[in-house]
T-cell receptor, first 114, second 109 residues
Framework: DVKVTQSSRYLVKRTGEKVFLECVQD?????MFWYRQDPGLGLRLIYF???????EKGDIPEGYSVSREKKERFSLILESASTNQTSMYLC?????????????FGPGTRLTVL | GQNIDQPTEMTATEGAIVQINCTYQ??????LFWYQQHAGEAPTFLSY??LDGLEEKGRFSSFLSRSKGYSYLLLKELQMKDSASYLC??????????WGAGTKLIIKP
């Protein structure tokens, strides 16, 4: 089974703090994604990566950065957290092979910025 | 712009059948996905359609009409554990997933 893990289920930070969200997958997937999920909205793509050291902006990259130094790990960084970044953050991975390229999700990190 | 529409909430009775609709307008089409998401948990993959027609997988079926930009997820013999949100997502011409806001399905005894 594909396993995608995220470093924290719940996180509380203060405005202006630097926040690191870590994601690790164990299935040698090439693609990794960071989304945020807010009530009444669909998942919104923040950043994605198709390979080590490669990153692409998604729909809402402002206020975020990412790092992919190893194939299995994809980190999301909030340089200076703000209250409007309070959200559920979901990491996902997928393979280039296979019929559907379905994405496998981690359990999510619920971040609250005070 | 790109848009995925699905009802916000639906209610159904245990043992019954429910159909959740999804309409889409996207730049290109490389498949449509349905995911299930229980409250507080991660989405899990249910089905994938890239050709027109019905795909059946146990109690769940998914239908696609590309010409109409339309899909539905059919859930039969509903169980209480089917209470969840159901997310429709379309892979566009850039192989990016465009997500609907999800349909919250409430199952009543």
């Amino acid at each position: 089974d594909v396993k995608v893990t995220q470093s924290s289920r719940y996180l509380v930070k203060r405005t202006g703090e630097k926040v690191f969200l870590e994601c690790v997958q164990d299935m040698d997937h090439e693609n990794m994604f960071w989304y945020r999920q807010d009530p009444g909205l669909g998942l919104r793509l923040i950043y994605f990566s198709y390979d080590v050291k490669m990153k692409e902006k998604g729909d809402i990259p402002e206020g975020y950065s990412v790092s992919r130094e190893k194939k299995e790990r994809f980190s999301l960084i909030l340089e200076s957290a703000s209250t409007n970044q309070t959200s559920m953050y979901l990491c996902a991975s997928s393979s280039l092979a296979g019929e559907s390229n379905e994405q496998f999700f981690g359990p999510g990190t619920r971040l609250t910025v005070l | 712009g790109q848009n995925i529409d699905q009802p916000t909430e639906m209610t159904a009775t245990e043992g019954a059948i429910v159909q959740i609709n999804c309409t889409y307008q996207t730049s290109g089409f490389n498949g449509l996905f349905w995911y299930q998401q229980h409250a507080g948990e991660a989405p899990t993959f249910l089905s994938y359609n890239v050709l027109d027609g019905l795909e059946e997988k146990g109690r769940f079926s998914s239908f696609l009409s590309r010409s109409k930009g339309y899909s539905y997820l059919l859930l039969k013999e509903l169980q209480m554990k089917d209470s969840a949100s159901y997310l429709c997502a379309v892979m566009d011409s850039n192989y990016q997933l465009i997500w609907g806001a999800g349909t919250k399905l409430i199952i009543k005894p």
